[in-house]
């Protein structure tokens, strides 16, 4: 819950190219260090072989997940929702999360 609570808000215009060209936007991600470790959804549980990153930028919540297949291209899949959409979202998830403990 934490780790969704907490996405970064990242203003960096080449995040544009998610819509221009996701190829190029997934290899920022692989040579960027601080866009890698500030977006990576490294407590993804059971996605293995998955690489998952999100964060928020000019309103919208992002996630963008591609499949890590040997000698192969995956497509790469994007979600984004409204800030807003977001966090009423986190907060009933944590709200039924606190319920069932």
Request: proline share 3%.
């Amino acid at each position: 819950m934490t780790q969704l609570e907490n996405r970064p808000h990242i203003d960096d215009r080449r995040l544009d190219l998610l819509d221009a060209n996701p190829a190029e936007f997934i290899e920022l991600f692989a040579v960027d260090e601080f866009l890698h470790d500030s977006t990576i959804m490294s407590s993804v549980e059971s996605l293995d072989q998955w690489t998952v990153y999100s964060y928020v930028r000019a309103g919208r919540f992002f996630v963008v997940a591609q499949e890590i297949v040997e000698r192969k291209v995956s497509p790469i899949l994007v979600a984004d929702i409204g800030e807003e959409e977001f966090d009423s979202i986190v907060d009933a998830a944590r709200s039924y999360w606190l319920k069932s403990q």
